[in-house]
């Protein structure tokens, strides 16, 4: 099926654009990680954990609402199903674990004063994810790079489409990343996998648009390279957008009904699906395009 019927744009030709583009891009990511610094969930810093138990039930996104109001935007709400009791996790402050109780304490009697509650736990818990984890996971992703590059360059013949399409994802996974430290959202577990999930929907949508390129290569072996690459990205652009709109439009729903809780993940994959669709076209192919080029010269 054909979104957009038979279409001949150049991409290629505006390959330099491009990248300046994402080199701007990139620049002002790294910025905002390195300099401004990325805003780590309790997931990764740890807090103080306070389970209370009320006299009437409690809505989570009124509780949420209300710690926002008194500057506890970052805490994490657990509710017990069929209870009264709800989990709450703040990020480590300034403060101990005490100050902490007392503050809710004192939020809870002054918004909830009809609400009876108990304190039934207080304690301090240490980062899920610790050194060692982040170690192992820095390696995972290596590995699965590695991996990438192995399997793209033994199925197309050549080094450059494997190194070619880990670049494309690398660039989609760290511009996603710096939008985050930008607007100072939290990264916590949930963000963790939406980054993973972009990473495979990058590489899925590059290895469409590759595949096209190598059977066209053997096609049409008489025309120009810059040709060839150009009516094989033309030929799915109407796979890859009717791919990502479809995928828009779900991620979309879930963005604006599904809560706070999934808000950031839903907002991160939101990202993910632009990026990744920029990048397999303006990015992936064009690196390829770049090296056999220089190569035949």
């Known amino acids: 099926m054909q979104f957009f019927g038979k279409m001949n744009f150049g991409f290629i030709e505006k390959r330099k654009k491009a990248f300046i ?45 209300t710690l926002s109001r008194h500057e506890l935007s970052g805490a994490t709400i657990q509710k017990f199903p069929n209870t009264n009791v709800l989990i709450i996790r703040v990020k480590s402050l300034d403060v101990g674990p005490l100050e902490i109780v007392q503050k809710l304490t004192s939020i809870f009697q002054e918004e909830f004063p009809q609400n009876q509650f108990t304190i039934e736990r207080n304690e301090v818990v240490g980062p899920v994810v ?17 991996g990438i590059i192995i399997y793209v360059a033994w199925r197309f013949i050549g080094g450059i489409w494997g190194l070619a399409g880990v670049t494309a ?21 949930p963000i963790v996998a939406a980054l993973l999930t972009l990473a495979g929907y990058s590489i899925n949508d590059t290895i469409v648009v590759y595949d096209r390129i190598r059977e066209n290569i053997k096609l049409q072996y008489k025309k120009p390279l810059i040709e060839v690459i150009n009516s094989s990205i033309n030929e799915t652009l109407s796979r890859t957008t009717m791919t990502s709109l479809t995928t828009l439009l779900v991620v979309l729903a879930i963005f604006v009904l599904g809560g706070p809780v999934i808000h950031d993940f839903s907002f991160a994959i939101l990202i993910g699906i632009f990026i990744g669709t920029y990048s397999s076209i303006f990015i992936a192919s064009p690196l390829v395009y770049e090296w056999k080029a220089k190569k035949s010269r």
Do not use: P
Request: glycine share 14%; aromatic share 14%.
């Open 21 to 65: 583009l994402s080199g701007l891009m990139i620049l002002v990511s790294g910025y905002a990680i390195f300099h401004k610094g990325v805003n780590l969930g309790i997931d990764f810093t740890g807090g103080t954990l306070v389970q209370i138990n009320f006299s009437q039930e409690i809505a989570v996104g009124g509780m949420r609402e």
């Open 130 to 146: 610790g050194e060692y984890l982040k170690k192992r996971g820095i390696k995972a992703f290596l590995f699965a790079f590695l």
């Open 169 to 189: 994802l690398i660039h989609d996974v760290f511009i996603t990343f710096g939008i985050f430290a930008i607007l100072g959202k939290e990264i916590t577990l």
